[in-house]
């Protein structure tokens, strides 16, 4: 029997997360094309409508119907507008473990709405489907994305080398094609008990299911 992640949605004082739907397709593919989401992450550049409708329709409810993880979209709990993306990959069952990722939209950067949610979403992992271990990998100069495993309470492991494939663009020219290149990735882990804190600056502890 297949263990799979329930479909459900969470809200924080500022963010509601939850399932993407054909709606989200014209912030998703804006959200995508960014040069930052482009550099750090796999997904095809440039970003078009076709991979977006892909993503919501097809790759998104696979993940968490065949118990491999979960994908929510992050929105603004006033505006509903799309800020970004937590998912979790690479789930183990067995050791109820799980790989966690987050990506915001450019404009919305700075406003701490990738902690908000990624702690949204080890809180609910802990406290309501029992899981013992998030882990999260960051390439060695996404400084970025380094803070927010900070921030969260991550604990840094240690350095995979070579393992992962990042993509820049020759020479740095804005209109150049993508070039990818291999990359060290960076290790970090959240467990239950590195939560057991009374401080939330984010918010999450507010954390409510729909």
Not at 15 to 33: A, C, G, T
Not at 196 to 201: G, L
């Amino acid at each position: 029997m297949i263990s799979t992640f329930p479909d459900i949605s969470l809200s924080t004082d500022r963010l509601v997360l939850r399932p993407y739907d054909e709606d989200d397709i014209p912030s998703l593919v804006e959200m995508m094309n960014d040069d930052l989401i482009a550099a750090w992450t796999n997904v095809p550049q440039p970003y078009a409508e076709a991979d977006a409708l892909d993503f919501v329709t097809r790759t998104a409810p696979a993940e968490r119907e065949q118990g491999r993880g979960l994908v929510l979209a992050v929105t603004e709990m006033l505006t509903q507008r799309l800020v970004g993306t937590v998912t979790l990959q690479h789930t183990d069952w067995r050791i109820r473990g799980t790989e966690a990722g987050y990506l915001t939209a450019n404009w919305a950067r700075g406003e701490g709405y990738a902690c908000e949610s990624a702690l949204a979403v080890c809180r609910w992992l802990f406290r309501e489907q029992g899981f013992e271990r998030v882990e999260l990998r960051t390439a060695a100069d996404n400084t970025a994305s380094q803070q927010v495993a900070q921030k969260i309470g991550c604990v840094s492991e240690g350095v995979l080398r070579s393992a992962g494939i990042v993509r820049t663009r020759p020479d740095g020219d804005p209109a150049g094609a993508w070039t990818d290149i291999r990359a060290d990735l960076l290790v970090w882990s959240l467990l239950r008990e590195d939560l057991d804190y009374p401080a939330d600056p984010f918010g999450a502890g507010a954390l409510r299911m729909a």
